[in-house]
């Protein structure tokens, strides 16, 4: 352990190790991309890593030598000896491929080993390095299994039925066909309800939003604010209910449902989606309304006002941030949700996204129809959140620090 704090071993070891996770990556991206065959080369891409990191730390890598060691790492790959395989000879994709992978490469290792002294270095100086190339992976690592697999889902939801026969592993994109690439969604829209899918999920989504909370408020202030018997024990229990799998609860449900005449029925599905939503609600609204200034609701009292005036002029005002975190969170919730509505629905015109999805599930349905289904239903939920992000984030983080 103590050899590697010295630069001379420590960048090195961080060059081989950082140069399979880039060439791994590449690789695969690559190949879905062209729909060629790329593939890592192991050993050479340790002997590479390791050189490049060396030479590095070594000297003072200006821009000029930057680019110089990037074409260069780009020749060498192109030629067969490089960190990666290239199966498809030389070609535009090709050449594009081994420099992105060289210049994916010589930046990230001048971020990681360039401040690196080539003698000794401290403790900080060693774990500060370590700290950066972990940190970098994990980014690379992450970002890939993300962003590969909604790849392949879109490219698929494009491709004709004849093109995915003729090579299955083939996500490139073919331009020629224009208006064709959106065919499978035409014919989800036209042919298979998608459009009574989408409103179906966004009523019971929204629906599920406002019951949640129109329970969760109350319950949440009540914990947070007022003393009764057994409140520590509620509180401490109100996520009791995720310890028992939905899948054990699904045939009482069926049950009950079935002899209420409930089963088959939006009204059905808003009831129960909620059971799987409050306890979450309840347990990140008062985590919020505890971290509230109590001087503030006692002023509204002194005024006059009862206390569910309080909540409602003087609580739920403050609580905005926490609230469209809470409201967001549900509503991913209840239009992810797929084992009840799988359970409890049968009549297409009822069916919700991701029960609506579930049934192109057939050996009759084209893959590609399924994949675009499953755009639909990522898409909306995504931009979303995208959008409404940091109202989640600062409601989820404002009620953790009392002022």
Known sequence: MRLLRYGYVAAPLIGAVWMPIVATTTAIAASFITGDAYRPALIPSLIWGALLGGVIAAINVTNVILVIMTVFLAAVTLSGFGPMVIGAGMSFPAVVSALVLATAVGWSQRKYVADLPWGGLTRHEFEEAVIRALVGAGYVFFTAIVLIPFYVMVMTSFKSQQALLANP?????????????????????????????????????????????????????????????????FSRSILLIYMVPMIVLALPIYIAFSLTGLRNSIIGIVMIYPVTTIPVALYMLQGYFRGLPSEVEDAGLMDGLSRLAVI?????????????????????????????????LDDPSKFTLTRGIASLNSSEIPRQHLMAGAVIATVPIMAIFLGLERFMTKGLTAGSVKG
């Open 312 to 344: 409602w002029k003087i609580t739920l005002p403050l609580s905005l941030p926490a609230l469209a975190s809470v409201s967001l969170y549900v509503f991913m919730i209840a239009w992810n949700e797929f084992l009840l509505a799988f359970m409890l």
């Open 169 to 233: 592993l083939d996500f490139s994109l073919d331009l020629s066909r224009g208006l064709d690439l959106l065919s499978s969604y035409t014919e989800l829209f036209g042919n298979f309800g998608f459009g009574g899918y989408l409103w179906v999920s966004f009523v019971v989504s929204v629906a599920t939003v406002l019951v949640t909370l129109l329970f969760s408020i109350p319950g949440a202030y009540a914990v947070a604010r007022l003393r009764f018997k057994g409140q520590a024990a």
